[in-house]
């Protein structure tokens, strides 16, 4: 941060959940005010326990579909913003579509409405890589934009949107294509998904992991410190208006991240998901030079730091072969198309 007396202001949205507490965390540790807005619905005021007497940290329940006057008065003085603020997950969002247009594009736009554009040194939205679909890799940013399910769709309107802010209203603003991030503190509560929550409570209450087709297909994942790090540069970089994609570079299949957690000898076999890609895989030499990023953790050390936490995943759902059928039901329905 430049060296002068007053700290800036950045606003989190989202800041209490997984990837947004790391980057709190992140922004305090670099002299920075952190304001965070969260509506608690996947967040948890656990990740954020440890800020409660740091007072350059400041909290709002809130919900950006449901614009009040605390809220508008929570965003003045804010000078970067961070905006994970939003919902997830594939299953629900094919159940709901409604919910996930409403939460994470009209509450894009709820926000940008209220910001003062011309104060906001930089605006950075945390994007989806499941706009690219089932891509070619490894996927470039420029790589056809073809969002399968109502979750990716929602994502990538509202990334839209934010460009459509700075090209229209000057908005200064990068985007992050977030591949899939794993780290302490993911998501605990709620649908099927995310396989790091599924597999640590599997191994807590010792049943068997819950393999999808043969384990081999691989996954670009990215240890959350790294994440939060690569949004921290995008918000303090000179650079504008830019789109990068953020993974590790480096795919790990399934059935090494089951050979890390020494469960190799312990798994079930469930059936391969239509419109699931065998391999995700983030070209991130645009990233790499732009904002002198790199990953800094390793997969290794990353699945030790969780294993080292795994009792934060002890009230997770705990899913098994017959549960995940039922709870996959209408991903097989509307999917299939792309089998
Ligand atoms: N996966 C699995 N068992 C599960 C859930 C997921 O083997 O119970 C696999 C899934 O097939 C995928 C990977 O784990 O290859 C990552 O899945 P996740 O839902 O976390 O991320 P996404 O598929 O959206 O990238």
Same mark, same amino acid.
């Given at each position: ?9 950045? @606003? ?13 965390? @992140? ?66 969002? *094919? +159940? ?5 247009? /409403?939460?994470? #594009? ?10 003062? $554009? ?22 470039? =940013? ?5 969002? !399968? ?7 990538? @309107?509202? /990334?839209?949107?934010? !460009?459509? %802010?700075? +090209? #229209? ?39 068997? @992991? ?16 790294? #994440? ?15 789109? %990068?994609? !953020? ?39 645009? $990233?790499?030079?732009?904002?002198? %990023? ?5 997969? =290794?050390?990353? #699945? ?5 936490? *795994? ?17 996959? =039901?209408?991903?097989? +329905? ?6």
């Amino acid at each position: 941060m430049k060296s002068s007396n007053k700290k800036s202001t950045v @606003l989190i949205t989202g800041g209490a959940g997984f990837i947004g507490s790391h980057t709190t965390d @992140l922004f305090l540790s670099k002299g920075f005010k952190v304001k965070v807005i969260d509506n608690l619905s996947g967040g948890n005021l656990h990740n954020i326990k440890h800020l409660s007497n740091n007072r350059n940290f400041k909290f709002l329940k809130a919900d950006l579909t449901k614009f009040d006057k605390k809220l508008s008065n929570f965003l003045s003085n804010v000078e970067y913003v961070i905006h994970f603020a939003g919902i997830g997950d594939i299953v629900p969002s *094919i +159940k709901y579509p409604e919910k996930y247009f /409403e939460n994470n #594009v009209q509450g894009t736009v709820n926000l940008l409405s209220k910001l003062k $554009i011309d104060k906001i040194k930089k605006f950075v939205y945390a994007a989806s890589s499941s706009c690219y679909g089932i891509a070619k890799t490894p996927t470039t =940013e420029n790589h056809i934009i073809k969002p !399968l399910y109502p979750y990716a769709s929602s994502k990538y @309107l509202a /990334e839209e949107i934010c !460009l459509h %802010w700075h +090209k #229209v209203y000057n908005l200064n603003f990068n985007s992050i294509r977030i591949f899939n991030a794993y780290g302490t503190r993911s998501r605990t509560s709620g649908a099927y998904g995310a396989v790091f929550g599924v597999f640590l409570k599997q191994i807590i209450e010792n049943k068997p @992991l819950t393999v999808v087709g043969n384990g081999k297909q691989k996954r670009d994942f990215l240890y959350v410190t790294d #994440v939060a790090n690569a949004f921290y540069k995008a918000a303090v970089t000179n650079l504008n208006g830019k789109i %990068w994609n !953020l993974g590790s570079g480096k795919p790990k299949s399934i059935n090494y991240l089951i050979k890390l957690l020494n469960k190799e000898k312990d798994v079930t076999y469930i059936p391969e998901r239509p419109g699931e890609p065998r391999v995700t895989h983030a070209n991130i030499n645009k $990233i790499a030079s732009d904002l002198k %990023w790199s990953p800094k953790v390793s997969f =290794e050390t990353g #699945v030790n730091n969780i294993l080292e936490n *795994i009792d934060y995943w002890r009230n997770a759902p705990l899913w098994n072969k017959k549960n995940i059928s039922k709870e996959t =039901e209408l991903w097989f +329905k509307f999917m299939k198309k792309y089998s």
